[in-house]
T-cell receptor, first 117, second 110 residues
Framework: ETGVTQTPRHLVMGMTNKKSLKCEQHLGHNAMYWYKQSAKKPLELMFVYNFKEQTENNSVPSRFSPECPNSSHLFLHLHTLQPEDSALYLC????????????????FGSGTRLTVV | QKEVEQDPGPLSVPEGAIVSLNCTYSNSAFQYFMWYRQYSRKGPELLMYTYSSGNKEDGRFTAQVDKSSKYISLFIRDSQPSDSATYLCASHTGGFKTIFGAGTRLFVKA
């Protein structure tokens, strides 16, 4: 496996369900990100982890809960979601330091297409 | 005003045409500029990265940044049907934050 791998590719869940998205990067990068992509909107940064420590939470509702057990794996735990949370959830990684984190570009996974019914 | 603005398109061109994709940005602190290509049902893929003003060329792709007018461009020469995708521009201040445009859909007709 190379690059950034996300599972599952598609997920349909009810508003009362609990599910998790998984991301794994095989690039040796030190930073990992969760982004939300909705139709015709710019990518929205949700969470940033640097060396498995959360360094940014972009005012994301608590029904989204990230977990980063090590620098290669990232999870997004979902519970009691709303239909407006339906979107493509993208994981990304980068090898950056300090203030330039992300300045040289990210490697993205293929995303999880989430539908909340 | 959005920090990075991009025409959503769609932009439809015949095969072999020169394609011009453009973004404007409002934050003069942006120093790094990127273009990503996103195929349907895939994540964005980094195409080009530039620092400050000037041009950068990679094969059929040329990225251009004009900081005086806050304008970012991507030119695709000899466009191919395989170039059909959504193109995202992005800017970075050098202070942790990357801002993306909403993307322009490009169709190259054979």
């Amino acid at each position: 496996e190379t690059g950034v791998t996300q599972t599952p590719r598609h997920l349909v869940m009810g508003m009362t369900n609990k599910k998790s998205l998984k991301c794994e990067q095989h690039l040796g990068h030190n930073a990992m990100y969760w982004y939300k992509q909705s139709a015709k909107k710019p990518l929205e940064l949700m969470f940033v982890y640097n060396f498995k420590e959360q360094t940014e939470n972009n005012s994301v509702p608590s029904r989204f809960s990230p977990e980063c057990p090590n620098s290669s794996h990232l999870f997004l735990h979902l519970h009691t979601l709303q239909p407006e949370d339906s979107a493509l959830y993208l994981c990304a990684s980068s090898q950056d330091w300090g203030r330039d984190r992300g300045a040289y570009g990210y490697t993205f996974g293929s995303g999880t297409r989430l539908t909340v019914v | 005003q959005k920090e990075v603005e991009q025409d959503p398109g769609p932009l439809s061109v015949p095969e072999g045409a020169i394609v011009s994709l453009n973004c404007t940005y409002s934050n003069s602190a942006f120093q790094y500029f990127m273009w990503y290509r996103q195929y349907s049902r895939k994540g964005p893929e980094l195409l080009m990265y530039t620092y400050s003003s000037g041009n950068k060329e990679d094969g059929r792709f040329t990225a251009q940044v004009d900081k005086s007018s806050k304008y970012i461009s991507l030119f695709i020469r000899d466009s191919q049907p395989s170039d059909s995708a959504t193109y995202l521009c992005a800017s970075h201040t050098g202070g942790f934050k990357t801002i993306f445009g909403a993307g322009t859909r490009l169709f190259v007709k054979a």
